[in-house]
Nanobody, 124 residues
């Protein structure tokens, strides 16, 4: 079992930056792809970004390319999402997810473990 805890969400003005983190605990982190997804009110949960176990492969939704950067520190069992040039449409609950051996897949049904989410609100 893998437990995921997100942190770092908050309120930021449009154009600002925020970094959210996800700490994993429980069974070994080895081999796990980590992903970020987000869900706005009344909408389905959508893929944001993913990173392979080694960090050599990353994947981004078109809507965040060039603005968001995913990274991971396997020594700390932590994955990060640096969000720059934030827009009001980025407002959502951001969820961290883990799946074994997924490369940098954005397919949410492949992920086995999910965190509780952290709220990110971007004001205009």
């Amino acid at each position: 079992q893998v437990q995921l805890v997100e942190s770092g969400g908050g309120l930021v003005q449009a154009g600002g930056s925020l970094r959210v983190s996800c700490a994993a605990s429980g069974r070994t982190f080895t081999g796990y792809t980590m992903g970020w997804f987000r869900q706005a009110p009344g909408k389905e949960r959508q893929f944001v970004s993913a990173i392979s176990w080694t960090g050599s492969s990353t994947n981004y939704a078109d809507s965040v390319k060039g603005r968001f950067t995913i990274s991971r520190d396997n020594a700390k069992n932590t994955v990060y999402l640096q969000m720059n040039s934030l827009r009001p449409e980025d407002t959502a609950v951001y969820y961290c997810a883990a799946g074994l051996g997924l490369g940098s897949s954005g397919m949410k049904h492949l992920y086995s473990y999910w965190g509780q989410g952290t709220q990110v609100t971007v004001s205009s």
